[in-house]
T-cell receptor, first 113, second 112 residues
Framework: GNSVTQMEGPVTLSEEAFLTINCTYT??????LFWYVQYPGEGLQLLLK?????DKGSNKGFEATYRKETTSFHLEKGSVQVSDSAVYFC????????????FGSGTQLTVLP | GAGVSQTPSNKVTEKGKYVELRCDPI?????LYWYRQSLGQGPEFLIY????????DSGLPNDRFFAVRPEGSVSTLKIQRTERGDSAVYLC??????????FGEGSRLTVL
């Protein structure tokens, strides 16, 4: 079946530091890949997505590249801000899965001023 | 415009009781999803509606769990004979037919 393995947290960084959160996946064929973010007290929000190999999703300074050869979709940001503090979830929709998302376990990011 | 609304936001119940959790999707969204998120875990799929019908209920853990969407809008997740292991945050999401999922803030269920 489909699965997502995500870098465990929590991760604590200083403002303006470089961020990487690792994500690898197992799926049949070519899934669509997503990063969701959950800010304190809010619902999950789509951060970015990529639907085919070598696609790069980007939003709010965050980027992730769909790497088929390494089955990875690592999240990066060059300079984090305090407002980026949240829980980040990597997820996929596999082929024939009726659009159900399979999530990783989440990574708590805290950015200190 | 309103987002996905879930009620109650918090529910505390005793083992063995019956619970209903409600989801109001974004107006016009045809698809509706229920997920369950346990502490320290990512959300796990429960059931997906397209219109009034359950297109995929493969994630429901057992027959104590049931969900309905009688008019293709509001959905209710029903849990019978609750157990302590049912304690979790229950998330609802809606989407246009092939579009992005929009999540509610969830209903936190605690079974004592």
């Amino acid at each position: 079946g489909n699965s997502v393995t995500q870098m465990e947290g929590p991760v604590t960084l200083s403002e303006e530091a470089f961020l990487t959160i690792n994500c690898t996946y197992t799926a049949t064929g070519y899934p669509s890949l997503f990063w969701y973010v959950q800010y304190p007290g809010e619902g999950l929000q789509l951060l970015l997505k990529a639907t085919k190999a070598d696609d790069k999703g980007s939003n709010k300074g965050f980027e992730a590249t769909y790497r088929k050869e390494t089955t990875s979709f690592h999240l990066e940001k060059g300079s984090v801000q305090v407002s980026d503090s949240a829980v980040y979830f990597c997820a996929l929709i596999g082929l024939g899965s009726a659009r159900q998302l399979t999530f990783g376990s989440g990574t708590q990011l805290t950015v200190l001023p | 415009g309103a987002g996905v609304s879930q009620t109650p936001s918090n529910k505390v119940t005793e083992k063995g009781k019956y619970v209903e959790l409600r989801c109001d999707p974004i107006s016009g969204h045809t698809a509706l999803y229920w997920y369950r998120q346990s502490l320290g875990q990512g959300p796990e799929f429960l059931i997906y509606f397209q219109g009034t019908g359950a297109a995929d209920d493969s994630g429901l853990p057992n027959d104590r769990f049931f969900a309905v969407r009688p008019e293709g809008s509001v959905s209710t997740l029903k849990i019978q004979r609750t157990e302590r292991g049912d304690s979790a945050v229950y998330l609802c999401a809606s989407s246009p037919e092939l579009g992005e999922l929009f999540f509610g803030e969830g209903s936190r269920l605690t079974v004592l």
